[in-house]
């Protein structure tokens, strides 16, 4: 999993129409009308993701974005393997400050959770799929919430229903040799 951030702009002019042989012209003017935040979760086995749009970027929306995971997309998992950063919010600990104790430790133990090293996030699969998202859906001037979240489920639909995975071609051995660092080394 992973996050984005994205700033809802408004037009303070109406773009010029559309002309053959023109491109499309938009006023270099505009309004800002605050920023929400996606949280993007990547199945690679299936290549489905989900994405959620919340108004802040908080222990708490991290929190319920986790439980919407473990209990909406995925009831029946016993286990889920959660690959993602090391940002301060994705941690157990933001679940205890969401939920009551219980539902917290309910939550957690169903998590095995994996952080990506260091300058290292491009190992997370998200992250891909957050750069197309960036890419294909989100490089575009938009205006609210209402629309994003439109823009963002028309997109995740679409992704979802082709199938499309991320071609990983990071093999153990390239990780040896990159992350060579990160790998004990047994003198013989």
Not at 52 to 57: D, F, S
Not at 59 to 79: F, M, S
Not at 148 to 173: C, G, I, K, M, P
Request: aromatic share 8%; hydrophobic share 40%; with cysteine.
């Amino acid at each position: 999993m992973d996050e984005i951030s994205k700033q809802l702009v408004g037009e303070v002019r109406l773009p010029l129409p559309v002309k053959p042989g023109h491109v499309a012209r938009y006023d270099a003017e505009y309004v800002r009308n605050g920023v929400r935040n996606l949280f993007l979760f990547y199945e690679p086995l299936v290549g489905d993701r989900t994405v959620r749009v919340t108004n802040r970027r908080t222990r708490v929306d991290w929190a319920h974005a986790i439980k919407d995971l473990v209990d909406v997309e995925y009831p029946e998992a016993e286990r889920m393997v959660l690959v993602m950063d090391q940002l301060n919010i994705h941690h157990p600990a933001s679940l205890y400050e969401a939920f009551a104790p219980a539902e917290a430790k309910r939550i957690a133990d169903k998590l095995e959770i994996h952080y990506t090293p260091k300058h290292g996030s491009w190992l997370n699969m998200a992250e891909i799929d957050l750069s197309v998202l960036s890419r294909q859906c989100l490089d575009q001037r938009i205006e609210d919430e209402a629309i994003l979240s439109e823009e963002v489920q028309a997109w995740e639909d679409h992704r979802n229903d082709q199938r499309v995975a991320v071609d990983w071609r990071f093999t153990t051995q390239d990780a040896r040799i990159k992350l060579k660092r990160l790998y004990p080394s047994v003198n013989e």
